[in-house]
């Protein structure tokens, strides 16, 4: 199995630029989440779902959007990129149950120049 | 909604034993306790989660005394490669949300 497999690994865009970043998993897990984490600080939440069809704001949502068409799906959508978005973005997903783990892709690094 | 507060930064050495511990004063009756490794340059990784008492795996031991308001994470003789962040999560936030605070950055010499 890939697990969950986030694209690109690496980017540089210009200030103003949009870009989606891509997120699949295939583990068929409903919960999946969106971080971004700033240079030696913690993760954030940006946004979240809990199945096709349904999202929510997390802790730091402004100038991202994502959608949640399929349960393997959850791009998030960057506009009018700004330096303050640079960073390293990690999607994650989850199964229903309680007493499961959360599974990371291996981070997309975002540059806005 | 349980907040946990953790230690900031550990050192320790190789062949160690270290322990990390939470404190989550407000847990919920029904809120399980997770905690999540994470190396530089890659995403966290599950370590290990627990209700109650004592729980071990092949990485980790998880002590929780009976009132719940706190736990410690138990790395047996710790390897350079143990170096790395360890969140605490706990609650709602913890397996819903996922939300993270902070975590303990340890650092393992040689």
């Known amino acids: 199995n890939a697990g969950v497999t986030q694209t690109p690994k690496f980017r540089i865009l210009k200030i103003g630029q949009s870009m989606t970043l891509q997120c699949t998993q295939d583990?068929?897990?409903?919960?999946m989440y969106w971080y971004r984490q700033d240079p030696g600080m913690g993760l954030k939440l940006i946004y979240y779902?809990?199945?096709?069809?349904?999202?929510d704001k997390g802790e730091v949502p402004n100038g991202y959007n994502v959608s949640r068409s399929t349960t393997e799906d959850f791009p998030l959508r960057l506009e009018l990129a700004a330096p303050s978005q640079t960073s390293v973005y990690f999607c994650?997903?989850?199964?229903?149950?309680?007493?499961?783990?959360?599974?990371f892709g291996q981070g997309t690094r975002l540059t806005v120049v | 909604l349980a907040k946990t507060t953790q230690p900031i930064s550990m050192d320790s050495y190789e062949g160690q034993e270290v322990n990390i511990t939470c404190s989550h004063n407000?847990?919920?009756?029904?809120?399980?306790i997770t905690w999540y490794q994470q190396f530089p340059s890659q995403g966290p990784r599950f370590i290990i989660q627990?209700?109650?008492t004592k729980v071990t795996n092949e990485v980790a031991s998880l002590f929780i005394p009976a009132d719940r308001k706190s736990s410690t994470l138990s790395l047996p003789r710790v390897s350079l490669s143990d170096t790395a962040v360890y969140y605490c999560?706990?609650?709602?936030?913890?397996?819903?949300?996922?939300?993270f605070g902070a975590g303990t950055r340890l650092a393992v010499h040689p």
């Open positions: 627990g209700y109650k």
């Open positions: 407000n847990i919920a009756t029904n809120d399980y």
């Open positions: 583990m068929n897990h409903n919960y």
């Open positions: 779902s809990v199945g096709a069809g349904i999202t």
């Open positions: 994650a997903s989850s199964s229903f149950a309680k007493n499961t783990e959360a599974f």
């Open positions: 999560l706990v609650g709602e936030e913890g397996y819903n949300k996922l939300i």
